[in-house]
């Protein structure tokens, strides 16, 4: 399976909200200690 750059593959009704909520307080925690910093997610 590869991604087809069709977004509802990454949110829609099967979405893990839990993760989606990890990633963004994740990638809050980081730019709150490091400003300047680039996150980068892959799947």
């Known amino acids: 399976v590869a991604f087809t750059g069709n977004y509802n593959e990454y949110f ?3 979405t893990d909200v839990d993760a989606v909520v990890y990633l963004m307080l ?12 680039v996150s980068v997610g892959e799947d």
Do not use: R
């Open 12 to 14: 829609g009704f099967a």
């Open 26 to 37: 994740a990638n809050d925690l980081i730019h709150g200690l490091f400003p300047e910093a």
